[in-house]
């Protein structure tokens, strides 16, 4: 699974888990979710947005340097052969670190809790 999906995934689920702790999550009927999505996003989740993008640039903040350069490139969509070519390292390496990375990261995000929805 590509970095960007998963973090994607990891994302929604800790939104999904938080508007479910302040009881603001409204489970739909089947004929409510075939209706069409409003266009206009609300300042709710304009905010969430925002602060998901602030906890993500907080958390790879706090990676050490060796995993932010493959985590960053990865995101970028570099493939493991381009991040290896360009840091001077072995496939393996970067593959390596990229799981590190994306451990350390999830543990960020997470609160250092285990997410029990990955």
Known sequence: MPFAAWLFIVARNRAVSELR????LKILSFDESRAAPDPA????????DRERHQAL???????????QSVILKSLKGD?????????ALTPG??????????????????????SETI
Do not use: N, W
């Open 21 to 24: 702790r302040r009881g603001r």
């Open 41 to 48: 996003p609300h300042g709710e989740d304009i905010l969430i």
């Open 57 to 67: 640039k907080d958390s790879l903040a706090q990676l050490p340097e060796m995993y």
């Open 79 to 87: 493939s493991i052969r381009e991040i290896a070519k360009l840091e």
């Open 93 to 114: 390496t970067v593959k390596s670190r990229l799981f590190r990375a994306r451990k350390q990261l999830k543990s960020l995000l997470c609160g250092g809790k285990r």
